[in-house]
């Protein structure tokens, strides 16, 4: 059974920052790639970075290029996504997500697993 935990989501005031991460278990996380996915409320779930198997590949939304960063660390199965620079717009629901294949997945299709998610609130 697969599973995703993620934390290090709360409150942050507008140009500050936060590292989320999400520990994975249940199959071979170097196998996979990896992502982020966020919701805000009253909008549907949206992109935000993905990552291929090995860390080398990675992709961005517009909206977060050059503010955030995702890596990863198999030896840990753990995945990180460090958001600087915040802002009010940033404000969601944060989800990492399990991609079906080695690629760095950018599309709902390619998850084949979500976490619970974690709450970022950025106050202005």
């Known amino acids: 059974q697969v599973q995703l935990v993620e934390s290090g989501g709360g409150l942050v005031q507008a140009g500050g920052s936060l590292r989320l991460s999400c520990v994975a278990s249940g199959r071979t996380f170097s196998a996979y790639g990896m992502g982020w996915f966020r919701q805000a409320p009253g909008q549907e779930r949206a992109f935000v970075a993905g990552i291929e198997w090995s860390g080398s590949i990675t992709h961005y939304s517009d909206s977060v290029k050059g503010r955030f960063t995702i890596s990863r660390d198999n030896a840990n199965n753990t995945v990180y996504l460090q958001m600087n620079s915040l802002n009010s717009e940033d404000t969601a629901v944060y989800y990492c997500?399990?991609?079906?294949?080695?690629?760095?997945?950018?599309?709902?299709?390619?998850?084949?697993?979500w976490g619970q998610g974690t709450q970022v609130s950025v106050s202005s």
């Open positions: 997500g399990g991609g079906r294949t080695g690629r760095a997945p950018d599309r709902m299709f390619e998850f084949a697993y």
